[in-house]
Structures are given as C-alpha cells and as structure tokens.
C-alpha cells in the first residue's frame, strides 16, 4: 500500500504541510498558553488597581461608618469588572456584601474553570487610616465568566489558526509548482542577469507559462533595478549635499593631520572660534581647544567632552566625535571632529551640580517624595536632625515623621494647599528616629509635569525646637520678673487693661498702689547687691500675703512696685490693704547675722473717681506718692485735685524754669559772714533768687528741687559761678579786696563732669585766684559716693578751692569719712541754733559740733543768728563765724558793697558783756 504520492512536488507538498501542522500547534499551545498568563496577569493587576481605587473611594466613607457610601462604591467597582462579589467586613464584624451582574452559563470546559478558580484567588484589601484599621475590603472573581472569555479566545485563535495554515500550504504548493518546474532554465537566466545578458535568453516553445513570466518579471525586475537604483543614486548624492549642509550648520567640523595640524574647517568652526579659514588651516587644533583623550593620535573612534576657546578668550564646551581616517597600510592618515555645541548643557550641568552641592551642604534639612508623598530622597542634614539615613527612609511615607501630638489635619491640610498648586509653609511637630519629638518648620513645594500635575514635592525643614524655647524664654522675661517672680511692668498694663474692661462691663471701681521701698538704696550699699536682690524677694512674698488671690502684684524695676486691688473702690478697704503692706515692710529684714530696715510711702488711685484709663490711673498713683514721701515715710496717699493742682503748678515752673536763662530773671543775694573774733565781714554766700515775671519772687525752697530733677540745675550752677567770680573782680575793682564768696553746689551739679571746667574757665576768664571761692556741700551729698566725692574734694582743693559741709547735723554722716574729707569748713544748721538757748538737746548737738570741728582742725560757722543770746553762746563756743538776720539779711551785690564799705574800719559792733560761758562750753 503506497502511503505517499507519486509526484515529487506533492511529497514535498505533503513534508511542508506535516512540518508546518507541527509547528502551528505547538506555536498555538504556546500562544493559548502564553494568552491563558497575560489574561490571568492583567485581571489580577486590574483587580489590585480596582481594589486600591476602592480603597481610596472608601476611606473617607470608612472614617464616619457611611456604609450607603461603601456600598455604592463598591456598586461601581463591579460594573464590567471580572468580579462575582464585592464583600467589606468592618472591625466590630459588621459585612456588607455587594453582588455583580448574573453571569450567563459559561461555554468553558470544567477543567479551565477550575484552572481559573485556581489561579485567581480573592482580592483582600484592609482599610488603614492614621494607623488605625477599619476593615477589609474582599473582591472574589467571576471564575466561570473569565473562563468563557478564555474559552471564546482560544477558539478564535485556532480558527485563525487553520485558515492561516490551508492558506499557507495552499501558497507552498503553488510556489513549488512554480519553483520546481523548469529549474535548470530559471538557474540559467540568474547566471544570465549576474552576467548582464538577461535580454539574449531563449524558452522552448512548450515552456510552461510560468517559467515565461518568471523571465519576462526576471527581465522587467532587471530594467527597473536599472533606472531606479539610477534615480536613487542622484538622490542620494543630492541627499549627501544637502546633508553635508545641514552638518555645517548644526556641527562644528574639522579635520586634522597626525600632526594635529587642522586641514580642513567649515564654516560654522570660523564662526564660533571668531578667526578666517585661512587663519586656521595650518595651525595646530590644540592652540583653540582640547582633542581628545590620546591628543592627535587617537587610534579609533572616540567620543567625548571638550572645550574650544574663541578669539576673545570665552571658553565654549562640545560634545565631540573623532573618526580616524587610515590609508591602505593602516597609517592613520587624518582625522574628522565633528562637535555639537553643548556649552549650555555643561553650565546647566554646572548649575546642576552647584545645586545638588547646595542641597547636600544645605543647613535646612531637605526631602524629596514622589506625588504620593513616598520618600525619595534625604540630605545629610536631615539625616542629621531626624536621625534616620537615607537608606532607612527611602520609599517609606513621610508621615514617618509624624509627631503622636500632629493631628492628621495637619496633613490634611498640606496635600490641600499642595494639590491647589500653593506653597505650604508652616510648622508642627514631627518626630525623630528616638522617638523625641521636636517643631519642625517646613516649606513645602511642588514640582510639576509639563501639563501641570504633581510629579514632587520638596520638603524644606529646620529644627526650630530652640528657637521656640527661645521665645518662650523670651516671652518669660518680657512678662515675668526674673528676680522675684512677679509681673513685670507689660503684664501689669496687660492685666490692668483687662481689668478696666471688666470694671467697665459690670461697673465695679478697682485701685492702684504705687509704692517704693525707702531706704532701700542704703541696703545696698551696707550689705551689697546679693542682700538687696534677697529683701527684694521677700518683700515681694510679704505684699503678696497682704494681698487676696485676685489682686495682682508686679514690680516695675528696681525697689518700684505696683499693685491692682480688684472689685472695690472703698477708700477704706483700700486704706486697709496699703496699711497691711506698710506694716508687713517696716517689719525687720534678718539675713543671716545681718538686719536690715526699711519702709515704704504709697501713692493710691481709685477707679472711676481719679481716671478713666490705666495710663492715667498710673500718673495719678505716682503723684499721690511724691505726696507721700513727701509727708514722710510709712504712709499712704490717695490722689486728689489738690495733688493734681500741685502737679500742675510744677510741670509750669519748670516749664518756665528752662528758660530762664538769658531772661535776667534769675539774680543772686549774698549774706554776709560775720568774724566772731573782730566783728570784720569776712565773706559771704551766694543765695539764688529767682523774680518771675508774673508769679513774683519764687523760694528757692520751691524751684531748686524742680530744677534738680529737670536737670536745669548744672546750666543754673555753671551761670552763678560765672555770676559769682564777674562780681568779686566788680567789688575788687571798687577796693573790696580778699573777699571769699561760697557758692552752694546740688548733688547733680557736683557729679557733672564739667563742673571742674566751669569753674577753672569762670576763674581764668575773670582774673581770679581760686582761693575767693568756696564751695559748700550739702552732707547727704558727701556720703552717696564717698569715695569719689573725697577724689574731687582733693582736687579742689589741690586748686586753692576751700570745702564746706552746709547743714551739718541734718543727715547721716558717717565720721569715718568725715575725719577723711579734705575740707576747711563745717557750717551748724540753723535747725540747731534756733533754739539753742532753749533746748537742751540743740545744746548738746552744737556743743558735740563744736567738739568735732575743734578735733579736724575746722573753722566752724553757725547759721541762722539771729538774736544777742545766741550770739553771746556762740561766742563763748568759740565758734569762728556766723550769719543770720541778726546783723544783716541776704543782700542785692551793690548793697553788700555799701554794707561792707560800712563796715570797713571797725567792723560790726559785737555786744559782749563780761559773763562767763556755760558750763557746757567747756566740751571739746
């Protein structure tokens, strides 16, 4: 039994078909195969983006238990999708199952549904919010519908398949019809057309029709080949020119000889080098730029990086190509450069580099993340401030470093600004790798796509953990007294302004007290500044207990305080509290084995009555306790019209008083000092009096204090010592001769720095020898800095200047220093020597006074005579001088020169009588 045909073609026919059957099924096994995987793949892919998608869709609804939300949403994630179900199970239990369409029976075998059921397993997806699980979310496929797709495709595939393969084997036959016939004619005819002779070939007459038209397309294929590939060649030589010139305008060429000597260069390397062909042909390439890596000599093509410099020194940067050219030995004949200009590139590349320099070196801590906000990048300052490397961050989320006191707001609040195309900037806490929390301000920017949507964001961050605490520092000190812990004098105003809308709102009074602590200052200097720092603190602690909860206490600077007395205006409850903190301060300050004494004076305004705002409450306070200090120490002053009245009348003689300069309405009076041993005048003092134009003679009782504290005081002094010395060269000219005049200095003009000019300048000007002055000091004056008063003291005297302490016996003086004042006078207040006579315990004081001066070596002058007895007891004292009314009142200049002159020859005549001194004269 014959299995295969007769005819060669058919058995050829049959071999293809077999071969071409076997390789069409196993190329359809692996192509339904291959088709069964990527259809496997993409559903399961689809389902992870659909089940991500819902997730996302859920979330919000998950957060408020919106399960009408959830279901629809996972309505639509079923809608054409491979999924028979959709099932979200909450965390108390709770399950919503949402169904798909019905699916019509399946065409699918059993086993490829079982093979699809078994590949595709349930979709689960649990549902995190803030770290916190809400559920999950279960997609479970429609197995037999994907099936039926798989089933459907393969059996398109195949019937494509066998159509493909009839039609091919169909084509084989014909071709080997086509082939085999006649195959010696047809290998003749391509040796004819290789030889060029395809026009003389010859067929039999009974060749077959196709080996004709195989010549006749053999003949006409030759003719076209021959006038196309004609045509093609022009063109291409004409697509060559043209090439060449598009090379030279968007290349730099040039070729060059092993020498590296430049033989040829086109136009646009003229151009940019800025030098002529002829220039260039002939020099070296070197002198206009670098080669290549093996200079001219490069034994293959290379490409690389360089730079030509241009004639006016600018360097420009390429990308380079050089192609050796080499002869028929392989001797490197020539070589061609052709550059691309890439000078931006590079300083882009620069700029680039700078940049990632910058961010690297950055003091700011910087992080890059993707538009999901993952983590792609950290510099080391970063790492440095959060702890965590690159490595340990990289594809995390950046709320790593949320802080446990962020709320998610927050972010919230970020992705909102963010996603409006805004930058975020602000501050929160984040957390570092240790688990401390740190604030963290942040500038957080985006890096758009070409069509605008988010492709990065740059988180710019500092660590302003110290900066925060700074200002807390700081907002302590601005509102906080370091020292005793009280208010300082913002937060009393802050919490006064509160309290007088409060007062306003339900028309209640409140007060303030001003006070300060008397004789602080001498604390200080007996026991230092650490005692003083200590009875500040605890005098701060007893006005607090003489205070209720609701007052407030605050010390304003220094021995200054004030304090708010809530919910009344009684004067008498007020009285009440201010008399508690007075008591409570006089009481003894014991600091170790050292005491200490003080008081304090209270000036006290009510509201309504006295102001209507704080500013002025604060005034009225401060006037009442001026009224108080004046009254004496230890008492408490409520403000009134007549305080006001008073105030007033001040601020205007002050007003006036700076300019009375130049007005002539100052003028100086001069008492005469009286020598106790011949009656003779033997000086006087200066006395300032001040003749306002309208209010009359004003007492220096009155202006003196007011031009100390304007500080008028040093340009009033500097004018009467120029007064003075003008006067005594005036009365030297008319004979009066070895007058000494004292002049009274005030504290502040001795401490001026140009009192030692004025009065050197005011001598030299008027002729004078300093011994015609003398200058008195009051004895409060000498002991608030002994020290530096003693060094000027000498340096007056050092001039010839004599020294006087006026009002001896009035202050406090400490006999040490005394005994160690370089002076020549102590002058007994006329407090002592007004009842003199009368009182015993004057006596004794002057009789002591007398005593000390005799001991230093002073000449003693007593003030205030003003009677024969107390002239008669001070005489019999010895005291040296005297003045008083007794034998003249102060004295305009001329009528001290006419009472001088009048007392020239015999003096003023002193009624002694014979009487023996009292048994007290004997002291000293």
Same mark, same amino acid.
């Given at each position: 039994m014959r299995l295969l045909p007769r005819s060669l073609i058919n058995r050829i026919t049959l071999l293809v078909g077999v071969v071409l059957l076997l390789l069409a099924l196993f190329g359809a096994a692996l192509f339904l195969r291959g088709m069964f995987k990527d259809v496997i793949g993409d559903t399961q892919e689809n389902a992870q983006m659909v089940i991500e998608v819902v997730a996302v869709a859920v979330t919000d609804s998950v957060v408020v238990n919106d399960y009408d939300a959830i279901r629809r949403t996972l309505e639509k994630a079923l809608v054409r999708a491979p999924f028979e179900s959709a099932v979200f199970i909450a965390m108390d239990a709770t399950r919503l199952e949402?169904?798909?369409? /019905?699916?019509?029976?399946?065409?699918?075998? $059993?086993?490829?549904?079982?093979?699809?059921?078994?590949?595709?397993?349930?979709?689960?997806?649990?549902?995190?919010?803030?770290?916190?699980?809400?559920?999950?979310?279960?997609?479970?496929?429609?197995?037999?519908?994907?099936?039926?797709?798989?089933?459907? *495709?393969?059996?398109?595939?195949?019937?494509?398949? *066998?159509?493909?393969? /009839?039609?091919? %084997?169909?084509?084989?036959?014909?071709?080997?019809?086509?082939?085999?016939?006649?195959?010696?004619?047809?290998?003749?005819?391509?040796?004819?057309?290789?030889?060029?002779?395809?026009?003389?070939?010859?067929?039999?007459?009974?060749?077959? !029709?196709?080996?004709?038209?195989?010549?006749?397309?053999?003949?006409?294929?030759? &003719?076209?080949? #021959?006038?196309?590939?004609?045509?093609?060649?022009d063109a291409l030589m004409d697509s060559l020119v043209q090439q060449k010139n598009a090379m030279d305008e968007a290349a730099i060429v040039s070729e060059f000889d092993p020498a590296a000597r430049l033989t040829y260069v086109n136009d646009l390397f003229c151009r940019t080098v800025g030098v002529s062909r002829e220039q260039l042909i002939g020099d070296l390439i070197t002198r206009w730029g670098d080669v290549g890596p093996e200079g001219a000599a490069a034994p293959a093509v290379w490409h690389g990086e360089v730079s030509l410099r241009r004639r006016d020194g600018a360097r420009l940067y390429f990308q380079r190509t050089v192609v050796p050219i080499f002869d028929t030995?392989?001797?490197?004949?020539?070589?061609?450069?052709?550059?691309?200009?890439?000078?931006?590139?590079?300083?882009?590349?620069?700029?680039?580099?700078?940049?990632?320099?910058?961010?690297?070196?950055?003091?700011?801590?910087?992080?890059?993340?993707?538009?999901?906000?993952?983590?792609?990048?950290?510099?080391?300052?970063?790492?440095?401030?959060?702890?965590?490397?690159?490595?340990?961050?990289?594809?995390?989320?950046?709320?790593?470093?949320?802080?446990?006191?962020?709320?998610?707001?927050?972010?919230?609040?970020?992705?909102?600004? %963010?996603?409006?195309?805004?930058?975020?900037?602000?501050?929160?806490?984040?957390?570092?790798?240790?688990?401390?929390?740190? @604030?963290?301000?942040?500038?957080?920017?985006?890096?758009?796509?070409?069509? $605008?949507?988010?492709?990065?964001?740059?988180?710019?961050?500092?660590?302003?953990?110290?900066?925060?605490?700074?200002?807390?520092?700081?907002? @302590?000190?601005?509102?906080?007294?370091?020292?005793?812990?009280?208010?300082?004098?913002?937060?009393?105003?802050?919490?006064?302004?509160?309290?007088?809308?409060?007062?306003?709102?339900?028309?209640?009074?409140?007060?303030?007290?001003?006070?300060?602590?008397?004789?602080?200052?001498?604390?200080?200097?007996?026991?230092?500044? $650490?005692?003083?720092?200590?009875? *500040? !603190?605890?005098?701060?602690?007893?006005?607090?207990?003489?205070?209720?909860?609701?007052?407030?206490?605050?010390?304003?600077?220094?021995?200054?305080?004030?304090?708010?007395?809530?919910?009344?205006?009684?004067?008498?409850?007020?009285?009440?509290?201010? #008399?508690?903190?007075?008591?409570?301060?006089?009481?003894?300050?014991?600091?170790?084995?050292? &005491?200490a004494f003080i008081s304090t004076s209270i000036g006290i305004a009510l509201y309504p009555r006295d102001a209507a705002e704080i500013s002025e409450l604060l005034r009225c306070a401060d006037l009442a306790l001026y009224r108080a200090k004046d009254q004496g120490r230890g008492t408490a002053v409520f403000f009134s019209q007549a305080i006001e009245h008073e105030n007033r009348e001040r601020m205007e003689l002050e007003h006036a008083l700076r300019n009375v300069l130049g007005s002539e309405q100052l003028f100086l009076e001069y008492q005469p000092k009286l020598s106790l041993r011949d009656g003779r005048v033997i000086g006087a003092e200066a006395l300032l009096r001040w003749q306002h134009p309208t209010r009359g003679r004003i007492g220096p009782d009155r202006f003196i204090p007011i031009a100390e504290e304007s500080r008028m005081i040093v340009p009033i002094g500097r004018w009467v010592v120029r007064s003075v010395c003008q006067q005594i060269r005036e009365w030297r000219a008319a004979g009066m001769g070895g007058m000494q005049v004292a002049i009274n200095l005030s504290g502040l003009q001795f401490k001026s720095e140009t009192l030692l000019q004025d009065i050197v300048e005011a001598l030299a000007e008027n002729g004078l020898e300093a011994s015609c002055l003398e200058l008195e000091l009051t004895e409060s004056l000498t002991i608030e800095n002994p020290e530096q008063t003693i060094e000027l003291?000498?340096?007056?005297?050092?001039?010839?200047?004599?020294?006087?302490?006026?009002?001896?016996?009035? $202050?406090?003086?400490?006999?040490?220093?005394?005994?160690?004042?370089?002076?020549?006078?102590?002058?007994?207040?006329?407090?002592?020597?007004?009842? *003199?006579?009368?009182?015993?315990?004057?006596?004794?004081?002057?009789?002591?006074?007398?005593?000390?001066?005799?001991?230093?070596?002073?000449?003693?002058?007593? &003030?205030?005579?003003?009677?024969?007895?107390? %002239?008669?007891?001070?005489?019999?004292?010895?005291?040296?001088?005297?003045?008083?009314?007794?034998?003249?009142?102060?004295?305009?200049?001329?009528?001290?020169?006419?009472?001088? #002159? /009048?007392?020239?020859?015999?003096?003023?005549?002193?009624?002694?009588?014979?009487?023996?001194?009292?048994?007290? /004269?004997?002291?000293?």
């Amino acid at each position: 039994m014959r299995l295969l045909p007769r005819s060669l073609i058919n058995r050829i026919t049959l071999l293809v078909g077999v071969v071409l059957l076997l390789l069409a099924l196993f190329g359809a096994a692996l192509f339904l195969r291959g088709m069964f995987k990527d259809v496997i793949g993409d559903t399961q892919e689809n389902a992870q983006m659909v089940i991500e998608v819902v997730a996302v869709a859920v979330t919000d609804s998950v957060v408020v238990n919106d399960y009408d939300a959830i279901r629809r949403t996972l309505e639509k994630a079923l809608v054409r999708a491979p999924f028979e179900s959709a099932v979200f199970i909450a965390m108390d239990a709770t399950r919503l199952e949402v169904l798909g369409h /019905a699916t019509p029976a399946s065409d699918a075998p $059993g086993w490829l549904i079982r093979r699809v059921e078994n590949e595709l397993a349930e979709v689960n997806r649990a549902i995190t919010v803030g770290g916190r699980d809400y559920g999950v979310i279960r997609l479970n496929f429609a197995a037999a519908r994907i099936a039926g797709n798989i089933w459907s *495709l393969s059996l398109h595939a195949l019937g494509l398949l *066998l159509g493909a393969f /009839a039609l091919g %084997l169909a084509a084989v036959r014909l071709a080997l019809g086509q082939w085999l016939g006649y195959l010696k004619q047809l290998g003749q005819a391509g040796r004819q057309v290789i030889d060029g002779q395809i026009e003389t070939i010859a067929l039999d007459a009974d060749a077959p !029709s196709e080996v004709k038209q195989a010549m006749e397309a053999i003949s006409r294929s030759t &003719e076209s080949l #021959r006038t196309h590939f004609g045509s093609r060649i022009d063109a291409l030589m004409d697509s060559l020119v043209q090439q060449k010139n598009a090379m030279d305008e968007a290349a730099i060429v040039s070729e060059f000889d092993p020498a590296a000597r430049l033989t040829y260069v086109n136009d646009l390397f003229c151009r940019t080098v800025g030098v002529s062909r002829e220039q260039l042909i002939g020099d070296l390439i070197t002198r206009w730029g670098d080669v290549g890596p093996e200079g001219a000599a490069a034994p293959a093509v290379w490409h690389g990086e360089v730079s030509l410099r241009r004639r006016d020194g600018a360097r420009l940067y390429f990308q380079r190509t050089v192609v050796p050219i080499f002869d028929t030995d392989k001797a490197l004949q020539r070589q061609i450069c052709i550059d691309f200009d890439v000078t931006g590139e590079v300083k882009a590349r620069n700029e680039l580099r700078k940049l990632s320099l910058a961010v690297e070196n950055s003091g700011s801590a910087i992080m890059m993340t993707d538009a999901n906000a993952i983590i792609g990048y950290v510099n080391p300052q970063f790492s440095a401030m959060t702890g965590y490397s690159l490595a340990e961050v990289k594809g995390q989320s950046a709320l790593l470093l949320r802080a446990e006191s962020t709320p998610l707001d927050t972010y919230e609040q970020i992705w909102l600004a %963010l996603f409006s195309g805004h930058t975020w900037r602000g501050e929160f806490a984040d957390r570092r790798k240790d688990g401390a929390e740190f @604030r963290c301000q942040k500038v957080i920017s985006t890096i758009s796509h070409g069509n $605008g949507a988010p492709e990065q964001y740059v988180w710019v961050m500092e660590d302003v953990t110290d900066r925060i605490r700074s200002e807390e520092t700081i907002h @302590r000190l601005a509102f906080v007294d370091t020292l005793t812990g009280l208010p300082n004098r913002r937060a009393f105003r802050a919490r006064a302004d509160e309290l007088l809308k409060m007062a306003r709102r339900n028309d209640e009074g409140f007060a303030i007290l001003y006070f300060d602590l008397d004789r602080f200052k001498s604390v200080n200097d007996r026991f230092g500044h $650490g005692v003083g720092d200590q009875l *500040l !603190s605890e005098a701060s602690r007893r006005i607090q207990g003489c205070l209720r909860e609701v007052d407030v206490v605050s010390r304003f600077g220094g021995d200054e305080f004030a304090a708010l007395i809530t919910s009344t205006a009684d004067p008498v409850e007020v009285s009440q509290v201010a #008399r508690r903190i007075i008591d409570a301060l006089e009481a003894v300050f014991a600091f170790g084995d050292n &005491e200490a004494f003080i008081s304090t004076s209270i000036g006290i305004a009510l509201y309504p009555r006295d102001a209507a705002e704080i500013s002025e409450l604060l005034r009225c306070a401060d006037l009442a306790l001026y009224r108080a200090k004046d009254q004496g120490r230890g008492t408490a002053v409520f403000f009134s019209q007549a305080i006001e009245h008073e105030n007033r009348e001040r601020m205007e003689l002050e007003h006036a008083l700076r300019n009375v300069l130049g007005s002539e309405q100052l003028f100086l009076e001069y008492q005469p000092k009286l020598s106790l041993r011949d009656g003779r005048v033997i000086g006087a003092e200066a006395l300032l009096r001040w003749q306002h134009p309208t209010r009359g003679r004003i007492g220096p009782d009155r202006f003196i204090p007011i031009a100390e504290e304007s500080r008028m005081i040093v340009p009033i002094g500097r004018w009467v010592v120029r007064s003075v010395c003008q006067q005594i060269r005036e009365w030297r000219a008319a004979g009066m001769g070895g007058m000494q005049v004292a002049i009274n200095l005030s504290g502040l003009q001795f401490k001026s720095e140009t009192l030692l000019q004025d009065i050197v300048e005011a001598l030299a000007e008027n002729g004078l020898e300093a011994s015609c002055l003398e200058l008195e000091l009051t004895e409060s004056l000498t002991i608030e800095n002994p020290e530096q008063t003693i060094e000027l003291m000498k340096r007056f005297r050092a001039m010839g200047i004599s020294i006087a302490i006026d009002d001896f016996g009035q $202050g406090h003086s400490a006999l040490a220093y005394l005994k160690r004042f370089p002076l020549n006078t102590l002058k007994i207040d006329r407090a002592f020597v007004r009842d *003199l006579t009368t009182n015993p315990d004057d006596e004794a004081i002057v009789h002591m006074l007398v005593a000390l001066a005799k001991t230093l070596n002073l000449s003693l002058v007593a &003030e205030g005579v003003e009677t024969v007895a107390q %002239l008669q007891y001070l005489r019999d004292l010895d005291v040296d001088a005297i003045q008083g009314y007794w034998f003249s009142r102060p004295l305009l200049a001329a009528d001290f020169g006419a009472f001088c #002159r /009048a007392h020239a020859t015999r003096g003023v005549h002193l009624p002694w009588a014979p009487v023996e001194p009292p048994a007290t /004269a004997q002291i000293g």
